[in-house]
C-alpha cells in the first residue's frame, strides 16, 4: 500500500523558491514512478513533470522548464519539488502521485496514477 503526504507548501512571495516533499509512509517506494500536479482554483489539474522510479529520468512540460526540478530520495522515500522563480499564477495546491512502474513513462493523465496525496497549497503574493 502507498500513503502519500505532501509538505512544505505555504506562502512566499514572487521571485523566491520552495521545496515541497512528499513522503511514502510505505515500503515499496522504488516501484513507482512519481510525478507532481497543481490544480490552481477552477482549473483543472496540471502536469508539473515526473521522474522514473530509479531516479535516472525526468521529464517535464517546456512551460516548466528551468524553474521546477523534481529529485527522489529512494531512501528516504521521498520525491522533491523545488521551484524557483515563484510566480503569482504558480499558486495552487500541489499533489504529488505515484503510477506503477511497469506502465509507460512519463504520463500526463491523471488516470494513469495509482495513489495521490492529499495536496499542499502553495500561495505566491506579488
Known amino acids: 500500500q502507498v500513503h502519500l503526504a505532501e509538505s512544505g507548501g505555504g506562502l512566499v512571495q514572487a521571485g523566491e523558491s520552495l521545496r515541497l516533499s512528499c513522503t511514502d509512509s510505505?515500503?515499496?517506494?522504488?516501484?513507482?514512478?512519481m510525478a507532481w500536479f497543481r490544480q490552481a482554483s477552477g482549473k483543472e489539474r496540471e502536469w508539473l513533470g515526473a521522474?522514473?522510479?530509479?531516479?535516472?529520468?525526468?521529464y517535464y512540460p517546456d512551460s516548466l522548464k528551468g524553474r521546477f526540478t523534481i529529485s527522489r530520495d529512494n531512501r528516504e522515500n521521498t520525491v522533491y519539488l523545488q521551484m524557483r522563480g515563484l510566480k503569482p499564477e504558480d499558486t495552487a495546491v500541489y499533489y504529488c502521485?505515484?503510477?506503477?512502474?511497469?506502465?509507460?513513462?512519463?504520463?500526463?493523465?491523471?488516470?494513469?496514477?495509482?495513489?495521490w496525496g492529499p495536496g499542499t497549497q502553495v500561495t505566491v503574493s506579488s
Open positions: 502521485a505515484a503510477e506503477d512502474a511497469s506502465r509507460p513513462f512519463p504520463v500526463h493523465d491523471t488516470a494513469w496514477y495509482d495513489y
Open positions: 521522474i522514473s522510479f530509479s531516479g535516472g529520468a525526468t
Open positions: 510505505g515500503v515499496t517506494f522504488s516501484n513507482w514512478h
